[in-house]
């Protein structure tokens, strides 16, 4: 019992770290979920021929392309790749449009990735 009453402020800051971080956590998943939630009633609307909430939706993922991680991008990359044929370009097609979005953002990545091995391996 001495040692808490003796270190309760350092007790009590790391249970607040722990609980922070806990949230933060909590936090990172939520926002993949809506992400993924997004990506799924976009397809669905394509599928029903919602166009104006499938432009809508099409619209703010885009913009959230730079903010995602890589997990994230190939998971959309694997979603669409299963319903669209990459080899034929659909412009008109909302879903073949994000696919070629996504494959893009994830050859840029690649790209930069690339040069930054390339620059380590030099400095070995």
């Known amino acids: 019992m001495h040692f808490f009453r003796r270190h309760r402020y350092v007790l009590g800051f790391l249970a607040v770290l722990v609980l922070c971080n806990l949230l ?23 599928d029903k021929g919602e166009t104006k909430a499938t432009e809508h939706l099409y619209q703010l993922l885009v913009q959230q392309l730079p903010k995602l991680s890589d997990k994230a991008l190939l998971d959309d990359y694997q979603r ?14 909302l879903v073949w449009k994000f696919h070629w979005a996504v494959r893009q953002h994830l050859n840029s990545r690649a790209e930069a ?8 391996a030099e400095k070995s």
């Open 24 to 46: 933060v956590l909590r936090q990172l998943e939520v926002n993949q979920g809506a992400h993924v939630e997004m990506r799924e009633d976009f397809i669905l609307l394509h």
């Open 80 to 93: 669409t790749i299963l319903l669209v044929d990459p080899k034929v370009q659909q412009p008109d097609n």
């Open 113 to 120: 990735r690339l040069s930054r091995a390339l620059r380590l």
